[in-house]
T-cell receptor
Framework: EAGVAQSPRYKIIEKRQSVAFWCNPI?????LYWYQQILGQGPKLLIQFQNNGVVDDSQLPKDRFSAERLKGVDSTLKIQPAKLEDSAVYLC?????????????FGAGTRLSVL | QKEVEQDPGPLSVPEGAIVSLNCTYSNSAFQYFMWYRQYSRKGPELLMYTYSSGNKEDGRFTAQVDKSSKYISLFIRDSQPSDSATYLC?????????FGTGTSLTVIP
C-alpha cells in the first residue's frame, strides 16, 4: 500500500514570497490533514478535510494560508506572503474517516525555510 | 490545561535498557491512543495504536493505556541505537486528533 506522498521535500524562499505544497493521501482515505511542526514541538493542526469539505480550519492563519482539496483526493496548501515564523515542516496526514478515523498516517513532510 | 501532556526529555539510555515513555491526558472521550516515532528530518511513523484500554505488544514494544488514570505508556525493551528518535503520543476522539510535544530519546551504544 502506497503511503502519503508529499512534495517538494524541501523549499527555501525569501519572506513575502509565496509557496505551495502538495499532498496525495493513501488511496481510499476520506480525511486529510495539514499540520505545521516547528522544531522541538508536536504537530499543530492547520486544516482538516473530510472528502472535499473543510471540517476544521480554526488554527489556519487565513490572512496568508489557504488550502484546497477540490476533488476529494489530493490537496494543496499555499502560503502567501510567507513570514520568517512560517519556517517549519509541513506535514500531511490521512485517515480512513468514519469508524477508521482513529488512525492517521503521515507523509515525509515538506521542510520550509523562510529567509 | 493542555489536552495531552508529554515530558519532552531529552532521555538518554544505554543500549539494552528498558525505556518508558509516558503521556497524560484530560479528555475522557479519547478512544484511540497512538505512538509515533519520528526520526530527524522525517515525518512521524505510526509505531503502535490501542483502541480503548489495555495493553498491546509488538516485538520489543509494549503500549499500555489506563483510562481510569488518563495515562498511557510506551515501553521499549532491549533498546537499540536505531531506536534513537523522537516519540510522539497522540489521541483521538472521532476525527479530532491531539498530539503530545514528543520525547527525544537517545540510545547510547
Amino acid at each position: 500500500e502506497a503511503g502519503v506522498a508529499q512534495s517538494p521535500r524541501y523549499k527555501i524562499i525569501e519572506k513575502r514570497q509565496s509557496v505551495a505544497f502538495w499532498c496525495n493521501p493513501i488511496s481510499g482515505h476520506a480525511t486529510l490533514y495539514w499540520y505545521q511542526q516547528i522544531l522541538g514541538q508536536g504537530p499543530k493542526l492547520l486544516i482538516q478535510f473530510q472528502n472535499n469539505g473543510v471540517v476544521d480550519d480554526s488554527q489556519l492563519p487565513k490572512d496568508r494560508f489557504s488550502a484546497e482539496r477540490l476533488k476529494g483526493v489530493d490537496s494543496t496548501l499555499k502560503i502567501q506572503p510567507a513570514k520568517l515564523e512560517d519556517s517549519a515542516v509541513y506535514l500531511c496526514a490521512s485517515s480512513l474517516g468514519g469508524q477508521g478515523a482513529g488512525i492517521q498516517y503521515f507523509g515525509a513532510g515538506t521542510r520550509l525555510s523562510v529567509l | 490545561q493542555k489536552e495531552v501532556e508529554q515530558d519532552p526529555g531529552p532521555l538518554s539510555v544505554p543500549e539494552g535498557a528498558i525505556v518508558s515513555l509516558n503521556c497524560t491526558y484530560s479528555n475522557s472521550a479519547f478512544q484511540y491512543f497512538m505512538w509515533y516515532r519520528q526520526y530527524s528530518r522525517k515525518g512521524p511513523e505510526l509505531l503502535m495504536y490501542t483502541y480503548s484500554s489495555g495493553n498491546k505488544e509488538d516485538g520489543r514494544f509494549t503500549a499500555q493505556v489506563d483510562k481510569s488514570s488518563k495515562y498511557i505508556s510506551l515501553f521499549i525493551r532491549d533498546s537499540q541505537p536505531s531506536d534513537s528518535a523522537t516519540y510522539l503520543c497522540a489521541m483521538s476522539a472521532g476525527n479530532q486528533f491531539y498530539f503530545g510535544t514528543g520525547t527525544s530519546l537517545t540510545v547510547i551504544p
